[in-house]
């Protein structure tokens, strides 16, 4: 690995993209040596402003490139295999969202990586989004078995944290699912983060396209799911796809003393009375939430003895498991456990006991 700097690749481009590398390489820890995208003009055109290679074919591109860190932003249906070779070629995953298609298929990198030695994380840049920041804290400072009831609801309309967007949601069907999936994978993970995985998941999806065919190849636009969690925390999740400008997806914790509400930039505390005790806000803007993300796991994997990373594959795994259940509890009409799915593979410990 070089020293100071990662070498660093970057599968699939986009307008998206393109400002992901400008602020990895912002962070000073990063250096692009080469991009590969479909299009060899793209991959060409964003070539030129870092003085790097690219390519079309993405077998090549792996073949002839050795980065310390490969960014995937194609979909991995479109380079799975790929991905696996650059795993065994020793190299670090930065995936943009989702970790994977589905639970199985992010099982299987995840374990490749880590029999590899090496990284295989998702890119989740809310993670450091201040107001979600001072939850965890705040959560560790306080009695959390007096909370009962955690309610999420999530809208999506112009996404704060668009840059970091993979563009799977042109490929919904193919990529695995709709809302859930795409646009939830990031929150979802939060709350498996700050709290657990939930013991069982009760969802139900729709989707309100009048197209018959629509429905059938985008997949779900709502999702609204009953959470109950081994504490005996119970909780509603509800995602909505919208048109327009939304606010940012408030979680609202209810206790017995006090109720808690968390957005990216915002958390304040409330009495039994829903008066406010306590308001905090912070400024918040994407881009730096985004170069954070990058410091956290450039640092990490140059000074491993030193930082520690924030996020983790295995938080990443539960994640699936949660969409995955979600995705099983719509289709049989009953509640679903996530952990079932560690249970049945064979490879899988349950991280989240």
Do not use: W
């Not at 393109?18 to 250096?31: F, H, I, N, R």
């Not at 249906?77 to 995953?93: D, G, P, S």
């Not at 039994?272 to 410091?295: Q, R, T, W």
């Amino acid at each position: 690995m070089s020293i100071g700097k990662l070498k660093t690749a970057c599968l699939g481009l986009n307008t998206r993209t393109s400002g992901l590398l400008e602020l990895a390489c912002s962070t000073g820890l990063y250096e692009i040596v080469s991009v590969a995208d479909s299009s060899l003009a793209n991959a060409e055109q964003t070539a030129q402003n870092y003085k790097c290679t690219a390519f079309d074919d993405y077998r090549q591109f792996i073949l002839q490139n050795q980065p310390d860190v490969l960014i995937v932003a194609e979909p991995l249906y479109k380079c799975a295999e790929f991905v696996k070779t650059a795993i065994n070629k020793k190299c670090h995953i930065l995936k943009l969202v989702p970790a994977a298609a589905n639970f199985d298929q992010a099982a299987e990198l995840i374990n490749l990586a880590e029999k590899n030695n090496v990284k295989y994380v998702t890119a989740i840049p809310s993670r450091f989004a201040p107001g979600f920041e001072r939850l965890g804290d705040y959560l560790h400072t306080i009695d959390r078995k007096q909370y009962y009831f955690i309610n999420v609801c999530a809208s999506f309309g112009a996404d704060f944290f668009q840059p970091i967007a993979s563009y799977t949601q042109a490929d919904r069907k193919l990529s695995g699912g709709g809302v859930l999936l795409n646009d939830c994978f990031d929150l979802l993970s939060l709350i498996i983060e700050k709290f657990s995985l939930p013991s069982q998941v009760y969802a139900m999806i729709t989707n309100q396209s009048p197209d018959k065919k629509a429905k059938q190849y985008f997949g779900e636009d709502t999702v609204t799911a009953s959470l109950a969690f081994r504490d005996g925390l119970i909780g509603t999740f509800l995602a909505a796809k919208q048109i327009g400008n939304n606010p940012a997806a408030p979680i609202r914790i209810y206790g017995a003393q006090q109720n808690i509400v968390a957005t990216p930039n915002r958390l304040a505390v409330y009495d039994s009375s829903d008066s406010l005790v306590a308001e905090h806000k912070y400024p918040l803007k994407g881009e730096k939430c985004i170069a954070e993300m990058f410091i956290d796991f450039g640092r990490a994997l140059l000074e491993p003895d030193k930082y520690k990373l924030r996020s983790s594959s295995r938080l990443d795994l539960a994640t699936m498991a949660f969409i995955e259940a979600a995705y099983l509890s719509a289709k049989t009409g009953t509640p679903e456990s996530p952990s079932r799915f560690f249970e049945i593979s064979e490879k899988e410990k349950f991280p989240f006991a």
